[in-house]
């Protein structure tokens, strides 16, 4: 993943920076369903030890919950490209990086040498977590 977001950047002259603060908001809803499984699990186990061995746990279950946080994808890699020498680029607009993937992931489709460096769409959905119906 590095690697590929230190083409882009070399690519891009910088970290590409689009205006807007909804990026990869697709994490949040993936984490919060592995967590929201996970702590099923939990109380799953915890009622089936009590079903089974009632007198063990004395008839009660200390439900405990933490504060757990997601990063987002961008934040996580900056650390990363900014130690590798890059720095923000210029801000553009969402509907213009959106134009520039889809018209790259065009062109790969005919050639797909020619476009090693630059997002295509899925990549730029990645990142952005937007869809072209969320802009405002």
């Not at 987002?72 to 720095?87: C, E, T, V």
């Not at 993937?101 to 090693?116: E, H, M, Q, W």
């Amino acid at each position: 993943m590095v690697s590929m977001a230190k083409k882009v950047c070399m690519a891009q002259g910088g970290i590409p920076n689009i205006n807007g603060d909804d990026r990869g908001n697709h994490q949040f809803v993936i984490h919060i369903k592995i967590y929201a499984g996970n702590m099923a699990a939990i109380m799953e186990r915890c009622l089936r030890c009590l079903i089974d061995e009632p007198e063990k746990y004395n008839n009660e279950v200390i439900f405990c919950v933490d504060r757990t946080t997601c990063t987002p994808f961008k934040d996580f890699i900056l650390p990363y490209m900014k130690a590798a020498g890059f720095k923000h680029c210029e801000a553009q607009s969402y509907l213009r990086s959106f134009i520039s993937a889809a018209y790259t992931s065009l062109l790969s489709k005919f050639d797909p040498g020619t476009c090693r460096d630059h997002l295509t769409l899925n990549a730029h959905r990645f990142l952005n977590g937007k869809t072209l119906s969320t802009v405002q």
